[in-house]
């Protein structure tokens, strides 16, 4: 893969500028920290090897290796062409993608449109249905949030497996899958799968579940981790839980996801976690909490949001930078409104090495009758407070909420539970403690 520390330290390293707040005079007329705050971007998750034999058929001149055993005895003799196969939504690797660079789901898209041959929409049939898992040696991309499940592309495999085998190229995989079952009609099913270069020099694992029980519980998740022959390495979880609040009995979404890549050749990486929630009733509550570093410096930023389904909303933002050498600065703002009353208020400010500080406080109430009283200071001895006539604006509601991500989730409702037996009845431990988030490995910690 055309992975890069080049285009891992330059992402970075816009992300470091554009966090780096520059003190601007403040006058009468103006709205204090509100243009920072409308500038913000709004963010709308082995078995033993067997033998290898070379299948050819008649579909096209090139053949990729089947492994063989007794999962492959049904494997019909067919051709096919593996540098024409489309990709795989969101696990496909794009080699002209840069390591550490963001990316938008349209240019997938778009690649997979240019690469769909005539060949493939005509004759689907010279897929090999027993082959080895797609190499997913693909980093997380940064500030891309958390995925819809189709993303995901996830296919659980219906029956236990336990094969493995060399491609052409000399790297090897595996696949397995199985059935957990617990108390309370608990259920897991899940596929493992991964991969290993040649020199062993790069690798990849991702593993795909999905659980239920008795009470009405679905969750759908993945898990993947690798690293490449630059010594870069990632890890990323995705999860989708469907469940009954315990206290308002209204059923509730959430999704999370966690990202992590490091450099393998110098000082830097990344660490990014997200989370949504939802219930019927339009209760929402949105987050993030991100982390970077490259060489002598480093980022933090933490933003949320809290809808109540009444009318009310909570919003804020923390962000903040540091060098070794001492120099630090941030930015963070708060907004509150009920029924077009509320108030805003933030604070800039920037340490110098020698520990000299500087700041810009600033406000507004807002009184939803077209009056606005904005005030604010800074230790360089700037003021200003007033009232203007200003119209009041903030979004009372999410822009995606329970009916959209109801849409989104129609893999997580489909799931079914194991069958109940007549006279069972689901133990509802109401007031549990819920098991820990998922955590990145150690190794990976971006500290």
């Known amino acids: 893969m055309a992975a890069t520390s080049r285009g891992f330290a330059s992402h970075l390293d816009f992300k470091l500028r554009r966090l780096a707040f520059h003190p601007r005079p403040h006058s009468s007329t103006s709205n204090g ?7 913000r971007r709004r963010f709308s998750l082995r078995g033993n090897r067997r033998g290898v034999s070379r299948i050819s058929c008649c579909c096209s001149d090139s053949v990729v290796p089947i492994r063989s055993g ?3 005895e ?3 003799e067919r051709r096919f062409d593996s540098k024409k196969r489309p990709p795989r939504a969101g696990v496909q690797a794009s080699a002209a993608l840069p390591f550490f660079a963001s990316s938008s789901s349209s240019s997938s898209s778009a690649a997979q449109s240019h690469f769909l ?10 897929t090999p249905r027993n082959s080895g898992p797609q190499s997913r040696d693909t980093p997380p991309k940064r500030d891309t949030g958390i995925a819809n499940e189709k993303d995901w592309g996830i296919s659980l495999l219906t029956e236990n497996v336990n094969e493995s085998g060399t491609n052409e190229d000399g790297s090897t995989w595996y696949r397995e899958s199985g059935e957990d079952i617990g108390d309370n009609g608990y259920r897991c099913r899940w596929t493992r799968m991964g991969g290993t270069s040649h020199d062993a ?13 008795w009470t009405g519980y679905k969750e759908l998740g993945v898990e993947k981790s690798g690293r490449n022959a630059q010594g870069d390495s990632w890890w ?5 839980v469907l469940h009954q609040d315990e206290w308002s009995n209204l059923a509730r979404i959430e999704r999370s996801a966690q990202k992590q890549a490091k450099s393998g050749t110098e000082n830097a990486g990344w660490y990014e976690k997200w989370w949504e929630k939802y219930d019927a009733k339009g209760w929402t509550e ?3 909490h991100k982390y970077g570093r ?3 410096q480093s980022w933090w930023e933490k933003w949320g949001e809290h809808y109540d389904g009444r009318g009310s909303v909570l919003k804020w933002t923390d962000k903040w930078a540091e060098t070794e050498l001492g120099t630090k600065w941030g930015d963070k703002w708060e907004e509150k409104f009920f029924s077009g009353i509320g108030s805003r208020q933030g604070e800039t400010w920037h340490v110098s090495p020698s520990g000299e500080r500087w700041s810009r406080t600033w406000g507004e109430e807002h009184f939803g009758n077209g009056k606005v009283h904005k005030y604010g200071k800074s230790t360089t001895g700037e003021s200003w407070d007033i009232v203007v006539d200003e119209e009041t604006y903030y979004e009372a509601e999410p822009h995606y909420g329970w009916a959209d991500v109801v849409g989104d989730s129609s893999q997580l409702l489909s799931i079914k539970p194991r069958e109940r037996p007549p006279g069972v009845y689901p133990n509802l431990e109401f007031g549990s403690t819920p098991p820990p988030a998922d955590e990145p490995p150690e190794e990976f910690s971006p500290q």
């Open 33 to 39: 920290g509100l243009e920072e705050l409308r500038k």
């Open 70 to 72: 007794k999962n492959a």
């Open 74 to 76: 049904k494997a019909e």
């Open 117 to 126: 041959s005539r060949q493939e929409k005509n004759y689907p049939r010279c």
């Open 201 to 213: 020099s790069s690798q990849w694992k991702e593993t795909w579940w999905e659980k239920s029980d």
């Open 236 to 240: 990323e979880t995705w999860q989708e």
């Open 286 to 288: 949105k987050g993030a």
């Open 294 to 296: 490259l060489n002598e």
